[in-house]
Structure formats: C-alpha cells, structure tokens
C-alpha cells in the first residue's frame, strides 16, 4: 500500500509539474542592447536611463548566466546629462517585451549579500517589474493599452532591510514582514491570474492585488536598480557603488517532457483501477 501511494503522489506532481504555466521572464545570457522603438524592442531596451553596466556576468554564486546591473557615480543626477537629471532617471534598467495572459508569470531571483542587511554602508534597490496591458495594447504608440505596473524586489533605503511591493491603485510601496535571507538567492514571482496580480517570495504568496484595471495580460517586464546619488530625491540616502545580481533560474531548469507527464496520468489511472479491483 505505502508503494502504491508513493506512485500516486509521484504521478501527480508530475502531472502538476507539467500543467504549470510556463514563465515569461526571457533569460539572461543575451543581454543584446538595441535602439529600436521601445515596447516594439526585440530585445532589452532602456527603460528611464541605461545603468552603468547591465550585462550578463558569467557564473555568479553558483549560477549561470547571471544579470549583473550595476549602480555607480556616473548615473548619479550631477553627472547625467541635461534631460536627465529628474527623479524619475534614479531608476535604471532595461525593458523586455513579453506577452502572456491569465496563468503568465515573470520570476527571477537575486542574491541579497549580508553587507545589504543595513544602509549605513551604502543604500542599494532592485527590483523586477511587470507591464502590464488590455487589448488596446499597440506597439507602436508607447503608452497606448498600458494599465498596471506591478513592481515587486528589495532596498535597505528608508527603514530596516525589507522585502516590498509597489501596489499601483493605492500609489505606496508595501512592506512585507517576511525576513530577508542573506547571502543565498531569493526568488521573486509576479502572477497575473485573470482577475488579480500575485505575489510569491521563495514560492509562497506574500500579497494580492486584485485591482488589475482592466489588464489582460503581460506586455514587458524590466530589471532595474536605483541610483541614490541624489540627495534632493532621497533625503539621508548613503549613495554608493553596487552591482544587483539576478538569475532567471526558470529559464535553465530541466523541463518535464510531455511524455513524461503522459506517463504520470497513466499512473494514476492504473491505481486507481487497481483500486478499485481492490
């Protein structure tokens, strides 16, 4: 009997494995810039102001094909140029087109060193972001379909280490009371289910937010990391040198073959005939 009900549990994760929508976040080891129109881009594409390095960086902690984007004194306000001297080019990154309905997600996971644990040695934050769209979505016209941004990572900036979520309808940043892991990777998911976006830290759902404005699907994502060289925007900032380290470990996991799952429900349906010979 313990035999039989080990392959039962074994045929269903199989099963479960298989039926999971796949992710969207693209990966990694082709950080190809590109000029072309942006949310039209084929590849990342600069969102706000391009950081000082945004590149894949090789192995990294025991991880292939890591993202580095790095933060330094030459993106800071004094040092960009006229145009781009406003808060709003703090945040630096790059923008990837992707499209995926209701079961899409995008996921990567970023190594969080134990000298982040405070800002007194320098402020840092990064996070992954959605774009998210209706039907009206053009990409030719930039902003054309656009509803949401759901933006979910980490900062030390501002009170104690924290994970947090930006919940676009209430306008805030929301703090998690989850402690933060140092010196390992945490994993960061944002799920569109149709009728809410979702939030999952290390695999468990950490928040919801059920105002999706009439989204329909994911249009990009971006990686991004904040520039704290600007002392108007964030008062008290310790602005320093940094490098947020992100890898798309979905994107090099071994997938289940279909057949492999096909298998799995053959399992199941022959216990449960054994069953019920039983």
Same mark, same amino acid.
């Given at each position: 009997?313990?035999?039989?009900?080990?392959?039962?549990?074994?045929?269903?994760?199989?099963?479960?494995i298989?039926?999971?929508?796949?992710?969207?976040m693209?990966?990694? +080891?082709?950080?190809?810039?590109?000029?072309?129109?942006q949310?039209? @881009?084929?590849?990342?594409? #600069?969102?706000?102001?391009e950081?000082?390095t945004f590149?894949?960086?090789? #192995?990294?902690?025991?991880?292939?094909?890591?993202?580095g984007?790095g933060?330094t004194?030459?993106g800071?306000?004094a040092n960009?140029?006229?145009g781009f001297?406003?808060?709003?080019?703090n945040t630096?990154?790059?923008?990837?087109l992707?499209?995926?309905?209701a079961g899409s997600?995008?996921a990567?996971?970023?190594?969080?060193?134990?000298?982040?644990s405070?800002?007194t040695?320098?402020?840092?934050?990064?996070?992954?972001?959605?774009i998210?769209? +209706? #039907?009206?979505?053009?990409?030719?016209?930039?902003?054309?379909?656009?509803?949401?941004?759901p933006?979910?990572?980490?900062?030390n900036?501002?009170?104690v280490?924290?994970?947090?979520?930006?919940?676009?309808?209430?306008?805030a940043?929301?703090?998690?009371?989850?402690?933060?892991?140092? +010196?390992?990777?945490?994993s960061?998911?944002?799920?569109?289910?149709?009728?809410a976006?979702?939030f999952?830290?290390?695999?468990?759902?950490v928040y919801?937010?059920?105002?999706?404005?009439?989204?329909?699907?994911?249009?990009?994502?971006?990686?991004?990391?904040?520039?704290?060289?600007?002392?108007?925007?964030?008062?008290?900032?310790v602005?320093?040198?940094?490098?947020?380290?992100?890898?798309?470990? @979905?994107a090099?996991?071994?997938?289940?073959?279909?057949?492999?799952?096909?298998?799995?429900?053959?399992?199941?349906?022959l216990?449960?005939?054994?069953?019920?010979?039983a």
């Open positions: 009997m313990m035999l039989k009900t080990f392959t039962l549990a074994a045929a269903i994760t199989l099963v479960s298989n039926a999971a929508a796949a992710p969207l693209p990966d990694f +080891n082709d950080i190809t810039p590109t000029s072309a129109t949310f039209a @881009a084929t590849g990342w594409y #600069t969102d706000r102001y950081p000082t590149a894949n960086v090789g #192995t990294y902690q025991g991880r292939d094909d890591v993202l984007i933060i004194s030459a800071s306000t960009r140029p006229a001297s406003g808060a709003f080019y630096q990154g790059r923008q990837h992707v499209s995926g309905g997600s995008i990567a996971d970023l190594y969080i060193p134990e000298s982040w405070s800002g040695a320098g402020n840092v934050r990064t996070d992954i972001w959605g998210m769209a +209706n #039907t009206a979505f053009d990409p030719s016209n930039v902003y054309a379909g656009i509803t949401s941004y933006i979910f990572g980490f900062t900036y501002g009170g280490a924290r994970y947090r979520v930006f919940d676009g309808d209430l306008g940043w929301i703090d998690l009371v989850t402690p933060v892991e140092y +010196n390992d990777w945490t960061f998911k944002i799920q569109f289910t149709g009728s976006f979702e999952l830290l290390n695999g468990d759902l919801t937010d059920r105002t999706i404005n009439g989204t329909t699907g994911f249009r990009g994502t971006i990686m991004q990391a904040y520039n704290f060289g600007d002392a108007v925007a964030n008062p008290g900032a602005a320093n040198d940094y490098t947020a380290h992100w890898s798309n470990a @979905a090099h996991a071994v997938p289940i073959p279909g057949s492999l799952a096909l298998f799995g429900l053959g399992l199941v349906g216990i449960a005939t054994r069953r019920q010979k």
